[in-house]
C-alpha cells in the first residue's frame, strides 16, 4: 500500500533534484522510494524482520523434532 506523504525541502535542491531525475528518464516518487527501501536494508538490524524471525523459528522446531526422535 502506497500514502501519499509530505516533507520540507530546499526548493531549490527540489527542482535540481527532480531535474536530474528527468535527465536520467526517472522521476522524484521512483528515486525517493529506491532511497527508502535502500536505507532500509542497509539497516535492517533496526527493524524487526518477520522473515528472518520465521526462519530461525521454523530452523529451531526442525532441529527440536529431530533430535526428540533419536
Known amino acids: 500500500m502506497k500514502k501519499q506523504r509530505n516533507f520540507k525541502v530546499d ?3 527540489w527542482e535540481i533534484f527532480k531535474k536530474n531525475c528527468q535527465e536520467n ?7 525517493l522510494r529506491k532511497f527508502i527501501n535502500r536505507y532500509n536494508k542497509e539497516n535492517r538490524e533496526v527493524t ?22 533419536e
Open 25 to 31: 528518464d526517472t522521476n522524484a516518487s521512483v528515486e
Open 48 to 69: 524487526f524482520n518477520f522473515d528472518e524471525a520465521l526462519e530461525k523459528i521454523t530452523e529451531d522446531r526442525s532441529e527440536l523434532l529431530q533430535r526428540l526422535s
Open 11 to 13: 526548493i531549490d535542491e
